[in-house]
């Protein structure tokens, strides 16, 4: 049985991260909007680059990001589809752009680092690439349209830098080119400054919130699509493609089904104007609820696929 006590240290570093932004917002009044533009426009697209470039990208290896991309693209598209008639615009974009996505990195990659050997890191965090494309084209896009035109979406996306960051490092890795030594170095400061500021965001946003943001109704198709719909399709994945997966790879794909909501629906949010406290709220909920449910999760889903 997976110990509790793996996930605890993820999950303290996080809330403290969030605590640290909901004191900025209370006593600093720290506007939060600038600080989603820079994770959106420049940390996030050369950290994106640099874990490329890192990885050494590999057909087998571009193929897993792109199942994943296809996978959440096409469940937030059926949960755009669904969520419609059941939500208003800006809280249905919303639903339907956190059902591509969880939170893979700042919380599922320290527990696979835990869970996982060397070779099935690597394997997540191929993954983790396809989930971080899906959120800022297809993902952006759904978001977007919560708002804005089709073509002003289109435009929006266009304008994302991560899209040009990924050809970037797919050309310099298929060309061989060495990356300067001074610039990697340079790149390691991103990585971490991406989770921190991805996690202050929340609480920046919570320091905002009032007892009427409450939406139980938005807030429970959230926690069902996270806690539900995604373990209950990964736990299929597993079993159902059990005699081609190896059991690291079979464990990746359990992991990334049980993480909680995605910090950068906030971040996306923030910045297209979306009902940001509303995620805010639901990422807090759904985070909280993770070192409770995930060893039950994939404690059980891990027998049920043969992993023991």
């Known amino acids: 049985m997976i110990d509790p006590a793996t996930l605890m240290g993820p999950l303290w570093t996080l809330l403290v991260f969030v605590a640290l932004g909901w004191l900025a917002a209370r006593r600093l009044a720290v506007d939060p909007r600038p600080i989603a533009t820079?994770?959106?426009?420049?940390?996030?697209?050369?950290?994106?680059f640099r874990g490329l470039i890192l990885g050494g990208p590999t057909p087998d290896y571009l193929l897993l990001t792109t199942a994943?991309?296809?996978?959440?693209?096409?469940?937030?598209?059926?949960?755009?589809?669904?969520?419609?008639?059941?939500?208003?615009?800006?809280?249905s974009?919303?639903?339907?752009?956190?059902?591509?996505?969880?939170?893979?990195?700042?919380?599922g990659l320290p527990v696979a680092m835990v869970l996982l050997p060397p070779e099935g890191v690597t394997l997540y965090l191929f993954c983790i690439l396809g989930v971080t494309l899906y959120e800022f084209t297809v993902g952006f896009y759904l978001s977007a349209?919560?708002?804005?035109?089709?073509?002003?979406?289109?435009?929006k996306i266009l304008r994302l830098p991560l899209i040009y960051a990924f050809l970037a490092a797919l050309l310099v890795s298929g060309l061989g080119v060495d990356m300067p030594a001074p610039v990697m170095e340079g790149?390691?400061?991103?990585?971490?400054?991406?989770?921190?500021?991805?996690?202050?965001?929340?609480?920046?946003?919570?320091?905002?919130?009032?007892?009427?943001?409450?939406?139980?109704?938005?807030?429970?198709?959230?926690?069902?699509?996270?806690?539900?719909?995604?373990?209950?399709l990964s736990l299929a994945v597993a079993v159902g493609l059990q005699p081609l997966l190896s059991a690291d790879m079979a464990m990746v794909?359990?992991?990334?089904?049980?993480?909680?909501?995605?910090?950068?629906?906030?971040?996306?949010?923030?910045?297209?104007?979306?009902?940001?406290?509303?995620?805010?709220?639901?990422?807090?909920?759904?985070?909280l609820a993770a070192p409770l449910l995930i060893p039950l999760y994939l404690t059980g889903m891990a027998h049920l696929a043969g992993l023991g």
């Open 38 to 48: 820079l994770l959106i426009y420049l940390i996030a697209p050369l950290t994106f």
């Open 145 to 155: 349209r919560g708002q804005f035109s089709v073509r002003d979406s289109l435009v």
């Open 93 to 107: 974009a919303l639903l339907a752009f956190s059902a591509g996505t969880g939170n893979t990195g700042y919380f």
């Open 253 to 287: 794909i359990l992991l990334l089904g049980v993480v909680p909501m995605a910090a950068n629906v906030v971040v996306v949010a923030m910045e297209l104007g979306i009902r940001p406290e509303k995620g805010a709220l639901a990422v807090l909920i759904t985070t």
């Open 68 to 91: 994943l991309f296809a996978t959440a693209s096409l469940l937030a598209l059926l949960v755009n589809r669904l969520a419609r008639g059941l939500l208003p615009s800006m809280e």
């Open 187 to 232: 790149l390691e400061a991103f990585p971490a400054t991406y989770t921190l500021l991805g996690m202050m965001i929340i609480g920046m946003t919570l320091g905002r919130v009032s007892l009427r943001e409450f939406d139980a109704r938005f807030i429970a198709a959230c926690v069902a699509v996270r806690f539900i719909l995604w373990p209950l």
